[in-house]
């Protein structure tokens, strides 16, 4: 298993790639969401051009609108002349420029909530589509049981803040217009219910996460799939390097003091590995 | 002949369904007991399928099912089965946004694929996609706007369908998991909890932060809808009443031939608008369609919705002889109360209630029993399945 990081500035990836990761995703200026490592194609050239022997996906996973396409295309066919390792994709725009253009460039499905089952993964990798990272939302049996029966590469995000909903709607923004108050910073925390959340505004909308870490560390060695996603968004610096550092050990030497570290660390919530959503319409007679 | 545009209703069950056939829509979508986004519809099981597709096709109408869930490896057991049953139930389209599913259908099945809006396709790009895998229609994002559309439409030969009526999601469609995390279900799988009306804390901030949008109302710009050629004009609420699926449909269908008529014009709209409005529970904005959506879209204060008690009751039958109209009552009406109905047939009467009676023609001054059967004196014919509102002013 492989270890790719999302980090949250540039200068983290010599750092991290010193400590033992193996690959990195981070957005392409203006077509990305949720990332908060976003770069100019000449940046995306120049950090490949100076890391040659690691992985770099470049996550364009923003919905698309007609006035981008031309924009997009050209992008795309800028990294497929580099040595990007993959693109991942939300919009079906992605996969239809990279099919009518034949790009070389592989493609990585991340529809986020709806990387759900193995038939849709075999689907899109008939079409030439080689890896996808699958949802937060699904169990681990689920997901290995998609490892089972495709052969897409597999993601899955073990350690980060668990991304909820994505708007095109500017939510903070206008929570501050309509309140006629000053917006501060992009990121806002939000309680309902004693539980916790936060809100983040980029330009192509806001998304909401869960508050909650999520640590996957206990399940790395039952998790098969082939990289295991570790996302650094509001997670503070120092101790996302002892993460890293902790996840290799358990990785490499099943290292259960490692885990326990982890859980100092972060705390223990397992999103839904072992929790199944319980909400499903009724059988049909 | 011009063909026009599709006036797509809402079903919950086979009364609504019956209804907004009734009423105007040229189509109905409707959910099965398995695999559609509204679980907490009646949906409809084979049997009522089939009662729904021979109703329609006799009034040469169409029926759509929504197979439109994010499918997880064990709702793949029995789709493949429950696909079969559904085309032998004669069912017009499937409503689907998995991609394998759309492969699936249109290789074992002569039946029409409409891509779910939950594949929130907002690009021509994407629809080229779609179209190589041989869709039959796009049901578009509603994060697009009308130049989009026409932009889309100028340049492929694809059918498109809109939404232009009823509740929006504030996030993307399919890009929304907040039910899966505050309640354990799952919004991608009929459990949406509608988390997006909540209100929450935000940091050291004394007013409450809340991200409930308002409805979607197209009335005013369906001319510029229409115009940009799309096929379809959808309405939302699966799970929304008879009489809210009688009064947008009825309003719609009267937009829309005024439109193809050549009689479309301020007064109309703004006549439909009213009736519209007094069915609204929540203010409405054209959201994304003439302007991107901003801060004039939402609501600040929690949840906004307002009941309404307009609807008074359905026409069962009329007796001609003794100029005596039978209803069953729904909201509370008496004596002299201005009220007007409307008819499945675009007719609407206006009068004031001189007598009420009971079943048994006991005079009762005031119906305020919900289901209770009523007979007023009324001096014309009403068609069955008419309705009866306060008089819109």
Redesign the interface.
């Known amino acids: 298993m492989k270890l790719v990081i999302v980090p949250n500035k540039i200068e983290n990836i010599k750092k991290y790639r010193k400590i033992g990761a193996d690959a990195f995703i981070f957005g392409l200026k203006g077509f990305s969401s949720g990332y908060s490592l976003t770069l100019t194609k000449e940046e995306i050239k120049n950090v490949i051009e100076e890391s040659s022997d690691v992985d770099f996906f470049v996550a364009i996973n923003k919905n698309i609108f007609n006035d981008e396409l031309n924009e997009l295309e050209d992008n795309l066919l800028f990294l497929d002349k580099l040595k990007v390792k993959g693109i991942l994709f939300y919009d079906l725009a992605v996969l239809n420029i990279k099919l009518k253009n034949r790009l070389s460039v592989d493609l990585v499905w991340n529809q986020t909530h709806m990387v759900t089952n193995y038939k849709t993964c075999n689907y899109y990798y008939e079409k030439g589509v080689k890896y996808c990272i699958v949802s937060n939302e699904i169990t681990l049996e689920e997901i290995n049981d998609i490892k089972k029966n495709t052969n897409m590469i597999l993601f899955a995000m073990i350690i980060g803040y668990p991304i909820m909903s994505f708007s095109r709607r500017s939510l903070l923004s206008n929570y501050f217009i309509s309140n006629n108050k000053k917006k501060e910073s992009s990121i806002y925390w939000l309680t309902n219910n004693n539980e916790k959340y936060f809100i983040r505004e980029e330009e192509s909308g806001d998304a909401i996460y869960y508050g909650k870490i999520l640590n996957g560390s206990a399940i790395l060695n039952d998790l098969k799939v082939d990289y295991a996603i570790l996302n650094e968004l509001e997670i503070e610096e120092s101790i996302f390097e002892k993460l890293i550092t902790l996840c290799i050990e358990i990785i490499n030497n099943k290292d259960v003091n490692a885990i326990n570290e982890i859980e100092k660390l972060i705390g223990n919530y397992q999103g839904f590995f072992f929790q199944k959503t319980i909400y499903k319409v009724k059988k049909n007679d | 002949m011009i063909k026009k545009v599709e006036l797509l209703s809402p079903a919950g069950d086979l009364e609504r369904l019956k209804i907004a056939l009734l009423y105007g829509a040229d189509a109905i979508y409707i959910?099965?007991?398995?695999?559609?986004l509204r679980?907490n519809a009646n949906?409809f099981?084979?049997e009522e399928i089939k009662e729904a597709t021979s109703f329609a096709h006799k009034l040469d109408k169409k029926v759509y099912l929504t197979l439109n869930?994010?499918?997880?490896?064990?709702?793949?057991y029995g789709v493949y089965e429950?696909i079969k049953k559904v085309v032998d139930a004669k069912i017009d389209a499937f409503i689907v946004s998995?991609?394998?599913l759309v492969?699936y259908i249109k290789d074992n099945f002569d039946v029409e694929v409409h891509l779910s809006t939950q594949?929130?396709?907002?690009?021509?790009?994407?629809i080229?996609?779609?179209k190589?895998e041989n869709v039959d229609r796009v049901v578009l994002?509603r994060?697009?706007s009308i130049k989009?559309i026409k932009?889309?439409i100028d340049k492929i030969d694809i059918d498109l369908e809109v939404f232009i009526h009823g509740a929006m999601c504030?996030?993307?469609s399919?890009?929304?998991?907040?039910?899966?995390?505050?309640?354990?279900?799952?919004?991608?799988?009929?459990?949406c909890a509608q988390i997006?009306r909540?209100?929450?804390?935000?940091?050291n901030?004394k007013?409450k932060?809340?991200?409930a949008?308002k409805d979607l109302n197209m009335a005013e710009y369906l001319d510029k809808l229409i115009a940009s050629g799309v096929k379809s004009l959808k309405i939302e609420g699966r799970m929304r009443s008879p009489y809210y699926l009688a009064t947008v449909i009825s309003s719609y269908r009267k937009l829309i031939d005024s439109y193809y008529n050549g009689t479309l014009n301020k007064d109309i709209i703004m006549k439909e608008e009213k009736i519209l409005s007094r069915v609204a529970n929540r203010e409405t904005s054209t959201h994304?369609y003439m302007k991107?959506?901003?801060?004039t879209?939402?609501y600040?204060t929690g949840r906004q919705e307002v009941s309404n008690q307009d609807y008074l009751g359905l026409i069962l039958d009329y007796d001609q002889s003794n100029k005596l109209v039978t209803l069953t009552q729904r909201n509370y009406f008496k004596e002299n109360d201005e009220v007007e109905i409307f008819t499945p047939s675009g007719n609407t009467y206006t009068f004031k209630i001189d007598k009420v009676y009971d079943e048994n023609m006991n005079s009762i001054e005031v119906a305020r029993h919900p289901e209770q059967i009523i007979k007023l004196n009324v001096d014309f014919p009403i068609e069955k399945n008419s309705m009866m509102r306060i008089k819109v002013k």
């Open positions: 959910g099965g007991q398995e695999y559609s679980a949906n099981s084979l869930i994010v499918f997880h490896n064990e709702d793949l429950f998995d991609p394998f492969k594949a929130s396709t907002t690009n021509l790009e994407a080229k996609f779609w190589e994002a994060e697009v989009e932009e889309i504030t996030f993307y399919g890009r929304c998991c907040l039910s899966n995390y505050f309640t354990n279900r799952d919004s991608n799988r009929g459990g997006c909540f209100a929450f804390d935000m940091d901030y007013e932060f809340t991200m949008t994304y991107k959506a901003d801060y879209d939402q600040y």
